[in-house]
């Protein structure tokens, strides 16, 4: 008779470690739905606010602008001088107005409810540490717990990967060895399906420790007002990457090819972007100017102020080095700029001038002679005035 090569107290063990990994799993997507969903309501509220205050703007004349024979000067009378006035006012009181009647006034109310929902699905939210409305502030502190959460939660999910489909069956067939008068009377077949099944859960199990990443799970809290805004102020870039990610289509920056041919579009979207060593976070719009300039070579990037050109300019110039595409990058400022272009390379790069492998900035001042003797070093940065 085979020999039991474990005890109930060891079955229990393995069982309870399994039982608290896949809960802790469980859990983990479920509250990462939930986030998701949380983020995506708050968008829906804040693209509704915002698209009805673009209807307010939209004149009635537009719901007959498909010529539907709508009489909007009859209702301009009556007090509804715009899209947004159709939308709010109760279709009786439309209906009830002399010249309008019940089909002209349901007409119209399909007509202003189909331009305010395509206004409302394509309305592009803007947020800024300066709009700190109800509406906004709900959307970031989501976001920010999303964010803050996205660490454990994503721990969770690389258990959940490890873990066997069929933990189920594996514990049923070791359950029959849970007591010696069980395991006396089991079939030789099935004691060797018992410890075939205990040895390859326990392995299987092995390093998977999920008791205090389940803590930490239950741990998470909603964040306050000022701990979302605060983290929106110091990363705004991972805010509007998650926002992309679930709503692009309030989002999402113009990403379609800016005008280029299909040839040149697919080309850049083509072209693999490799940002390792580079401390910083580009959004949708960003990684495809970084592209566009890696296949390019020549490039003028004329985004507006603010939409960080700086960013991409340091990795463009550090894809470059690490390739030896170029020995040494120019960077030419005004002079008030010198250093804050050093110091943005230094903190994108994640490097210090005189920590070892380093890049080195050198801020072309001085003297003339001082000046040439620094043009002549060999720097990977040299930062020059006009």
Same mark, same amino acid.
């Given at each position: ?32 739905? &939930?986030?998701? !969903?949380?983020?995506?309501? =708050? ?91 109800? #509406? ?5 502190? $989501? ?42 009377? &089991?079939?030789?077949?099935?004691? @060797? ?5 205990? $040895? ?30 605060? !983290? ?11 926002? #992309? ?16 041919? !299909? @040839?040149?579009? !697919? ?75 050093? =110091?943005?390379? @230094? ?40």
């Amino acid at each position: 008779m085979l020999k039991r090569e474990f005890f109930s107290s060891e079955i229990n063990t393995l069982v309870k470690r399994v039982n608290i990994a896949e809960r802790t799993a469980n859990e983990a997507y479920a509250l990462e739905r &939930t986030m998701q !969903d949380n983020i995506i309501g =708050s968008v829906r509220q804040l693209s509704e606010k915002e698209s009805l205050e673009i209807l307010k703007t939209i004149p009635i004349e537009e719901i007959n602008a498909d010529k539907s024979g709508i009489r909007t000067g009859v209702l301009k009378e009556n007090g509804i001088g715009t899209v947004f006035d159709v939308v709010r006012t109760d279709i009786y009181r439309i209906a009830s107005i002399y010249g309008i009647g019940e089909n002209m006034a349901a007409k119209a109310k399909v007509i202003a409810q189909r331009i305010a929902g395509d206004i409302q699905r394509n309305a592009k939210i803007r947020l800024s540490a300066d709009n700190r409305t109800p #509406e906004h502030t709900s959307l970031v502190k $989501n976001v920010s717990g999303y964010i803050r959460a996205a660490g454990c939660i994503n721990r969770c999910k690389e258990i959940a990967a490890r873990l066997p489909a069929d933990s189920a069956v594996e514990i049923k067939k070791i359950r029959r060895a849970s007591n010696g008068i069980k395991w006396f009377f &089991t079939s030789e077949k099935k004691k @060797e399906e018992s410890i075939d099944s205990y $040895n390859r859960l326990l392995g299987q199990m092995a390093g998977i420790d999920a008791g205090p990443l389940y803590d930490e799970l239950k741990r998470i809290r909603p964040v306050t007002d000022g701990e979302a805004w605060d !983290d929106f102020s110091v990363n705004s870039v991972s805010f509007f990457n998650v926002l #992309e990610e679930l709503v692009p289509e309030h989002f999402a920056s113009n990403n379609d090819g800016y005008g280029l041919s !299909d @040839e040149i579009k !697919d080309e850049v979207q083509n072209t693999e972007l490799d940002l390792t060593g580079l401390k910083c976070q580009l959004r949708g719009y960003q990684v495809w100017g970084v592209k566009y300039v890696l296949r390019q070579g020549r490039v003028l990037l004329g985004y507006e102020m603010g939409l960080g050109k700086t960013v991409q300019a340091i990795c463009c110039a550090e894809i470059f080095l690490r390739e030896r595409l170029a020995e040494s990058v120019l960077i030419v400022c005004p002079n008030s700029l010198k250093y804050q272009w050093k =110091s943005e390379i @230094e903190r994108f790069t994640g490097t210090r001038g005189k920590e070892q492998g380093a890049r080195e900035v050198l801020i072309v001042e001085g003297y003339a002679s001082k000046r040439l003797e620094l043009y002549k070093a060999h720097a990977s940065y040299k930062i020059v005035s006009y």
